[in-house]
């Protein structure tokens, strides 16, 4: 059957059009992605200007403090109605929300984005640490392996996976979860991956370290091998902390029963803040009776037996700082979702700290 010309060239137009629309279609979806980009830019640079703001200037200008707060609030509520599907803004925007203290409020968000997309490491991380800030630490375990099988090449989640089995290996272990040596264990292997990952981080390499004297078990040359390690890798620490590594390795040459070799790095830690465990460990080289020695009830108490000396020491962690806050049980729990709320209201309290309040519809 022959079709007339102009049908083949109606036929011929069409085809050519076609991917004329698809181009166009493209074009826009491409636009409004980067006006998207644009927008949750413009509310995050708002938003680092207003964590930058000196404390004193807080006080000083609360009304306008708090009204630059409620704009940033009412800019990611505009900014998610706009894309409810942004995981990022999402994560955001509840990341801002735990910041000035609305945890309730955060874990909305954070539960939108795990809906959308479960497999985001850091939402699970938010998660764990919202169950863990209500009281409940087994229920965040799982959170806290879901972030490093998800991204195991993340130096910070090995290395938060490590404190959370740290403070809180009594509850796991009175829950059946692990016993001692494998949360001890757990724990050791979480501080190593997070050296190994972030060589050159010295809280990484400093907590791994440490976390020898918290796992009796470990091996203890492996042990003296990290802690010269540390010396080795960072030259330039203070003298009291070179003094704290000899210390240490001290320790560790009295277990392997090299007690001449640690008595000569006692003898030459000179810290004064140092000194009783300095004394402490140069009582221990002077007993006799090298079993007592290891089996002593101060050797087996957990990090070591001079506490104070060698706390001090642990990195500052924004997150084991919170977790160590959070060891005393909260009140019960109650999620967002039950909760109803028209407004989000953001302020400045008279001590010039940031707050958010809900302001909920009653039932």
Same mark, same amino acid.
């Given at each position: 059957?022959?079709?007339?010309?102009?049908?083949?060239?109606?036929?011929?137009?069409?085809?050519?059009?076609?991917?004329l629309i698809l181009l166009f279609k493209s074009s826009l979806a491409i636009q409004e992605i980067t006006l998207s980009q644009k927008k949750?830019?413009?509310? &995050?640079?708002?938003?680092?200007?207003?964590?930058?703001?000196?404390?004193?200037?807080?006080?000083?200008?609360?009304?306008?403090?708090?009204?630059?707060?409620?704009?940033?609030?009412?800019?990611? +509520?505009?900014?998610?109605?706009?894309n409810p599907d942004d995981t990022n803004a999402l994560i955001l925007f509840g990341k801002f929300l735990r910041k000035?203290?609305?945890?309730?409020?955060?874990?909305?968000?954070?539960?939108?984005?795990?809906?959308?997309?479960?497999?985001?490491?850091?939402?699970k991380q938010q998660l764990a640490n919202?169950?863990? +800030?209500?009281?409940?630490?087994?229920?965040? !375990?799982?959170?806290?392996?879901?972030?490093? +099988?998800?991204?195991p090449k993340e130096a910070f989640y090995h290395f938060h996976l490590g404190n959370f089995l740290f403070l809180f290996e009594k509850e796991l272990i009175e829950n059946g979860i692990l016993n001692q040596k494998s949360a001890q264990s757990f724990m050791h292997r979480s501080f190593?991956?997070?050296?190994?990952?972030?060589?050159?981080?010295?809280?990484?390499?400093?907590?791994?370290?440490?976390?020898?004297?918290? !796992?009796?078990?470990?091996?203890?040359?492996?042990? &003296?091998?990290v802690w010269k390690k540390i010396e080795q890798s960072f030259p330039n620490r203070s003298n009291i902390e070179k003094d704290y590594f000899r210390l240490c390795r001290a320790r560790i040459l009295l277990e392997l029963n090299r007690q001449k070799d640690a008595s000569q790095l006692i003898k030459a830690v000179s810290s004064q803040s140092l000194i009783k465990a300095k004394e402490a460990l140069l009582l221990k080289v002077n007993q006799e009776n090298k079993t007592d020695i290891q089996?002593?009830?101060?050797?087996?108490?957990?990090?070591?037996f001079y506490e104070s000396s060698h706390r001090q020491f642990i990195p500052t962690d924004p997150?084991?700082?919170?977790?160590?806050?959070?060891?005393?049980? &909260?009140?019960?729990?109650?999620?967002?979702?039950?909760?109803?709320?028209?407004?989000?209201?953001?302020? !400045?309290?008279?001590?010039?700290?940031?707050?958010?309040?809900?302001?909920?519809?009653?039932?």
């Amino acid at each position: 059957m022959t079709f007339p010309r102009y049908i083949y060239l109606a036929r011929a137009r069409i085809f050519m059009i076609f991917p004329l629309i698809l181009l166009f279609k493209s074009s826009l979806a491409i636009q409004e992605i980067t006006l998207s980009q644009k927008k949750l830019s413009l509310i &995050l640079d708002r938003q680092e200007k207003f964590f930058t703001i000196p404390f004193s200037t807080r006080k000083d200008n609360e009304q306008e403090m708090t009204r630059n707060a409620q704009e940033i609030v009412a800019s990611y +509520e505009s900014y998610l109605s706009q894309n409810p599907d942004d995981t990022n803004a999402l994560i955001l925007f509840g990341k801002f929300l735990r910041k000035v203290g609305q945890e309730e409020h955060a874990v909305e968000f954070f539960i939108q984005a795990d809906k959308i997309n479960p497999k985001l490491a850091v939402v699970k991380q938010q998660l764990a640490n919202y169950l863990v +800030e209500k009281g409940r630490p087994i229920d965040a !375990f799982p959170y806290y392996i879901l972030t490093i +099988e998800l991204n195991p090449k993340e130096a910070f989640y090995h290395f938060h996976l490590g404190n959370f089995l740290f403070l809180f290996e009594k509850e796991l272990i009175e829950n059946g979860i692990l016993n001692q040596k494998s949360a001890q264990s757990f724990m050791h292997r979480s501080f190593r991956e997070a050296s190994m990952l972030r060589p050159n981080n010295f809280e990484f390499q400093l907590r791994y370290a440490q976390s020898f004297f918290d !796992f009796p078990q470990s091996n203890k040359a492996d042990a &003296l091998n990290v802690w010269k390690k540390i010396e080795q890798s960072f030259p330039n620490r203070s003298n009291i902390e070179k003094d704290y590594f000899r210390l240490c390795r001290a320790r560790i040459l009295l277990e392997l029963n090299r007690q001449k070799d640690a008595s000569q790095l006692i003898k030459a830690v000179s810290s004064q803040s140092l000194i009783k465990a300095k004394e402490a460990l140069l009582l221990k080289v002077n007993q006799e009776n090298k079993t007592d020695i290891q089996n002593t009830e101060i050797s087996k108490e957990k990090q070591s037996f001079y506490e104070s000396s060698h706390r001090q020491f642990i990195p500052t962690d924004p997150h084991l700082e919170r977790l160590r806050k959070l060891t005393k049980r &909260l009140v019960e729990e109650k999620m967002l979702s039950e909760l109803k709320s028209d407004a989000v209201k953001a302020r !400045f309290d008279s001590t010039g700290q940031i707050k958010i309040e809900l302001t909920n519809i009653s039932n």
